[in-house]
Structure formats: C-alpha cells, structure tokens
C-alpha cells in the first residue's frame, strides 16, 4: 500500500515511518524544509523509492496536502507542535487543528484513500487536575484545558495550552468526518489513537544532548538521571508499541470510525527512577524523598478497545527503562 505520513521527522513519526516500511508500504512524508529529511534519508536510505520526501513549508495553507495525497491509500497524521515555549494558545491551537482540518480535507479530494489515522493523545482525554483517582475510557473528553485557555488567554499554563490544541484538534478531526460522511463526500474511515506519555528509544537524529530530546523524552531523562520531575506523568506507552499500533490501525478494517486508546499502564516519575535503579542492578539513581508506591494513581485507562480492535500488546515498563538507559549509555549521556 502507499501512505502520507506527517511528522515523520519526530520522535514518534519517524518510528512510524520505519514500521511501515518495513512491513513492505511506500510512504509520501511531508517535512518543512530538505533539511530536515537528510538524516532520514540517511537512515533510511535503503528503501529507495519506496520513501519519498516532500516538501511542505507550512501545513495551515489552504490545499497544502493537495499534491501529497493524490495517490494514496492511507493517511497517518502525527504533525503537531509539542512546544511548551509558548505565548499564546493559538501558536498551538493554529497548527494543530488548521494542520490537521487541511490532511482531512486534501484525503477528501482523492477516491483512493481508505484510512485516515489522527494520532491525538491523552491530553484530549484526561482531566489532569481531577482530584480523585480514575479510569478513563474513549468517551471522555478533556474538555478543562479548552475552557482555560478560553477564560486566561496568554495568562494559561503552557502544558493547558498543548492539551487543549490536541483536543480541539481532535474534535475537528470527528466534526469534519462526520459531517462529510454522512454527506457520501468521503470514501475513508477516521481512527484516531489517544496515546499517553510516549517514552522510548529515539531514532530521528543521532547528534545533540539530552536538551536536544523531544520534550517526552527529555522529561524521562531528566527524572531518572536528574531527579528532576515534570508536573505531570499520568500513564505512559512505549514508542515502538504505539508505531505498531499506528500500522494496525491503518490495516485493521475494525478500526474505522473508532476513538481509541493505547496505553502500557499509569506510571509515576518515581516509578520509572525505582525501576531504572532496578533494571540496571543496584546502579545509583537519583534518590527519591517520601514516595508512596501504593498511593492510587489519578488517571488509568481502560484500554479494551485497543486489545479488542487492534490485538494490542505493550512492552513494560523494565523493558522501555532497559531500552533507555543503553541509549543513554552509548550516547555518553550517564
Ligand atoms: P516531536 O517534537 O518529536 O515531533 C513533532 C513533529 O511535528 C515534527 O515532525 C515537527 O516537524 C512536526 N510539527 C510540529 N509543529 C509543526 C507545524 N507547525 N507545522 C508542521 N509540522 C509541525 O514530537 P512527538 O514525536 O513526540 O509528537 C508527535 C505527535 O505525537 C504529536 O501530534 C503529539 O501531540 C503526539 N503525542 C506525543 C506524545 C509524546 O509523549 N511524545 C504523547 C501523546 C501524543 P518540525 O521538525 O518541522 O517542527
């Protein structure tokens, strides 16, 4: 099959792009600028042209995606900014949902897509300043984070800002295939995927430090070698599960029309500390002050959608640390 990739020069899109190709697809992935593919080409060099780069300076245009989706029969949409360095709400919520609306409507012009996937995130789901423990599932909305960025502006948290730029986007992504399929305009089915923190080996560049790091996983790095702790963990998913889940529900036929969440389980920064000291045999960690281990975590997910729709297994927690820890090792980052 041919699929349109976006993001591919990120964390979690350039592992995207690797499942794919090598489950035998040819992927089309739009990147900003050439230089932002020449590590990729690097990378993945060997597929030949069954990668393709095209250039998109800015995805808001109206019809940026109109070339790059003729022909393909799939359309997976990870592009959005994570940035938490920023002043006003729209410089997320601009490209998140403009970004996304103009992939929809590009794959609404052409008969041969069948599959749009929208990878949305937690952020859209969760209620991250909820006070009482709770499971959450595909119907829950974050609708919070919307409703503060309304009311403060420029005066918003920044991580209120990025949760509310994934929900708006998300909702858009349901308003705009609904709409357009009742109407018999569109031909595709939308999925869209709800992962939480995604952790886990990186294979998009191979220079810089840990400050280089997308933030997910400089947050990861600066817990378990720092001992310095974001404000938010919730649960989390391994990078290289969520690629495949990505695949799946891009081939799974079930999948069409479903919200779904992919999560390996709720996690605390302190746990990945607690497991990194583990999995390395006793080596030293940050030390960890008054940590209870049996307090109830505020956010899990139910994710039996995900086990029924996509047969989705997660690696765990020891798995993804070991994984890091010797990426950190060989990159001389201990
Ligand atoms: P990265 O920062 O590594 O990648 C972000 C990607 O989006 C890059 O390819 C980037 O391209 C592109 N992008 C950002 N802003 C724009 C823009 N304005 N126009 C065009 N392209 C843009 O982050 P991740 O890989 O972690 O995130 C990828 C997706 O996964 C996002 O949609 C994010 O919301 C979602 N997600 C990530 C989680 C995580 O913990 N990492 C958790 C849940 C969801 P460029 O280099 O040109 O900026």
């Given at each position: 099959g041919n699929v349109l990739i976006t993001g591919t020069n990120g964390f979690v899109g350039s592992w995207a792009?690797?499942?794919?190709?090598?489950?035998?697809?040819?992927?089309?992935?739009?990147?900003?600028?050439?230089?932002?593919?020449?590590?990729?080409?690097?990378v993945f060099g060997a597929y030949g042209d069954r990668l393709e780069f095209v250039i998109i300076p800015d995805i808001t245009k109206e019809g940026a995606f109109d070339t790059a989706t003729v022909g393909v029969d799939a359309v997976v949409h990870i592009a959005s900014p994570v940035g938490l360095d920023v002043d006003h709400p729209d410089e997320l919520i601009i490209?998140?949902?403009?970004?996304?609306?103009?992939?929809?409507?590009?794959?609404?012009?052409?008969?041969?897509?069948?599959?749009?996937?929208?990878?949305?995130?937690?952020?859209?789901?969760?209620?991250?300043?909820?006070?009482?423990?709770?499971?959450?599932?595909?119907?829950?909305?974050?609708?919070?984070?919307?409703?503060?960025?309304?009311?403060?502006?420029?005066?918003?948290?920044?991580?209120?800002?990025?949760c509310a730029s994934k929900t708006l986007a998300e909702r858009s992504a349901w308003e705009f295939w609904k709409e357009n399929k009742d109407k018999g305009v569109i031909g595709w089915d939308l999925v869209s995927l709800c992962p939480p923190w995604v952790f886990g080996p990186v294979v998009h560049k191979d220079e810089g430090g840990p400050d280089d790091?997308?933030?997910?996983?400089?947050?990861?790095?600066?817990?378990?070698?720092?001992?310095?702790?974001?404000?938010?963990?919730?649960?989390?998913?391994?990078?290289?599960?969520?690629?495949?889940?990505?695949?799946?529900?891009?081939?799974?036929?079930?999948?069409?029309?479903?919200?779904?969440?992919?999560?390996?389980?709720?996690?605390?920064?302190?746990?990945?500390?607690?497991?990194?000291?583990?999995?390395?045999?006793?080596?030293?960690?940050?030390?960890?002050?008054?940590?209870?281990?049996?307090?109830?975590?505020?956010?899990?997910?139910?994710?039996?959608?995900?086990?029924?729709?996509l047969g989705l297994g997660y690696r765990t927690q020891e798995e993804m640390i070991k994984d890091l820890l010797k990426e950190y090792e060989e990159r001389g980052w201990l």
């Open positions: 792009l690797k499942v794919f190709l090598q489950s035998g697809f040819t992927v089309r992935a739009p990147v900003r600028s050439e230089s932002k593919a020449s590590y990729l080409k690097k490209p998140a949902v403009n970004g996304t609306l103009g992939v929809l409507r590009s794959a609404a012009k052409v008969h041969s897509v069948q599959r749009v996937v929208y990878i949305s995130s937690c952020a859209a789901v969760v209620n991250r300043t909820a006070t009482e423990p709770r499971v959450y599932d595909e119907n829950d909305w974050n609708q919070h984070d919307v409703d503060v960025c309304q009311r403060e502006g420029r005066a918003a948290a920044q991580v209120s800002m990025y790091l997308n933030d997910s996983n400089k947050f990861v790095y600066d817990a378990v070698v720092k001992g310095q702790y974001f404000p938010v963990d919730l649960a989390f998913i391994d990078v290289r599960d969520l690629a495949q889940a990505i695949l799946l529900a891009v081939t799974k036929p079930p999948a069409g029309g479903e919200r779904i969440i992919v999560a390996a389980g709720p996690f605390r920064w302190e746990d990945l500390i607690i497991t990194a000291h583990e999995v390395s045999g006793g080596k030293t960690y940050p030390p960890i002050e008054s940590y209870n281990p049996d307090a109830p975590y505020m956010a899990r997910t139910n994710v039996a959608k995900a086990k029924e729709l």
